[in-house]
């Protein structure tokens, strides 16, 4: 295989560069890596960088924090590191230290996390604004404080502190929101390598096979490219796959059922997406077939809508209207299209949103309004997801007998260009007939 898409120095330098440009000359940007979390006693859950954290560093260790202070003399980027130490570098690895820090990851100034206290206060005087993600950990809040009261102690030796604080996501996320041509290398080689492990999952579906074992392959798969699971692998048989966020994946797979599985891999921190629906012994029942053309039609429907200047909400209308339609056409639903969708009686059915925005995390930032509250416009660089669904759960009183534990979901993630729509998920088959032929292998 070639080299593996990066995301180069240069475009985190852009990041900061840009972000620094928003703050302006009196603003200054704190942002925290991620924490170490235990799982039990001395062992930890696999540690996972902070998205924002990630995105404007490519820093991968616990601990650190960034400052960003446009326009400083010795330069904007300073980050503060773990140091580097011998006994815990033999225990858990390498450590960029400060070094690394300044030579690797584009800090002009680096410094070990013991500097904080005394370093944080001096890069936060004589500035107005400070921005950092508020709220979301009591504990950085604290620590920010803490910092700040630092500052206002010198009151007396002439030193101002920020006086105002703002929300970090408000600048940043934003540019999050929009990939870049790099970004967009990373997020189809997850969204590749995310198809051919559904793929695969589809060839060993049998009656018999565990959810838990469909997993597996879906896991091996990601494995085999170095990735991992960019959220929590759905594989629902039957029913289960009526339960939204079905997590047990202890079932056997039932001849005469359908499977739903969904499942993305995350490459360098960039998350796929995809959900499929398959006959469990690779043939489609009638009903079955019934079902998962209108999903399948309104799913298409919804992605033809993926066009620039369109609003948000264009795909999920254009998703409401087709699986309404054929939701009538089904039997499940009586009456005229526009009054069903008017009352939301399609919702007995098809109970959540058509889509997201996808990025280093899998339900991405970024607003899905403007500042008047109308819908945003859907802008090229932008990707989202697009899965609609129909779940007939047999203990939903509306569900007809004959489609009772049906659950069919359809999701593939979608670049958003001005040549229409680029479906990044299109390495895994959809179309009925295919799946068939892709199981009868
Ligand atoms: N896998 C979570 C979602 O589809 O939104
Ligand atoms: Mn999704
Ligand atoms: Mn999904």
Known sequence: MSNPPRIPSTEFAARRAALAKALGPSGVAIVFANQECTRSRDTEYP??????????????????????????????????VRPKDREREIWDGYRAGPEGAQADYGADRAFPLEALDTELPKLLADREVVAHTLGVNAEQDR???????????????????????LGLDALLHPMRKHKSAAEMELMRHAAEVSARAHCRAMRESAAGVTEYQLAAHIHHEFALADMEPAYGTIVGGGANACVLHYIERGAPLAAGTLCLIDAGAEYQGYAADITRTFPVDGRFSAEQRAVYEVVLAAQQAAIEAVQVGADWLAPHRAATRVLTEGLVALGALE????????????????????????????HDVGSYREADGSWTTLAPGQVLTIEPGLYFAPDNPHTPERFAGIGIRIEDDVHVTAQGPEVLTAGVPKDPDEIEALMAR
Do not use: C
Not at 50 to 66: K, M
Not at 336 to 344: F, K, P, R, W, Y
Not at 348 to 353: C, E, I, N, V
């Open 335 to 362: 009456g005229d299209v526009d009054a069903l969708i008017e009352q939301g009686a399609q919702t007995r059915f098809f109970m959540h949103k058509t889509g997201h925005w996808l990025g280093l995390d899998v």
């Open 143 to 165: 620590r920010v404080a803490g910092w700040l009261n630092a500052v206002r102690a010198q009151a007396r030796n002439g030193v101002s502190a920020p006086n105002r604080t």
């Open 47 to 80: 540690f996972r960088q902070d998205s924002d954290f990630r995105y404007l560093t490519g820093f991968p260790e616990p601990e650190a924090v960034l400052v960003l202070a446009p326009g400083h003399a010795e330069g904007e980027t300073t980050l503060f």
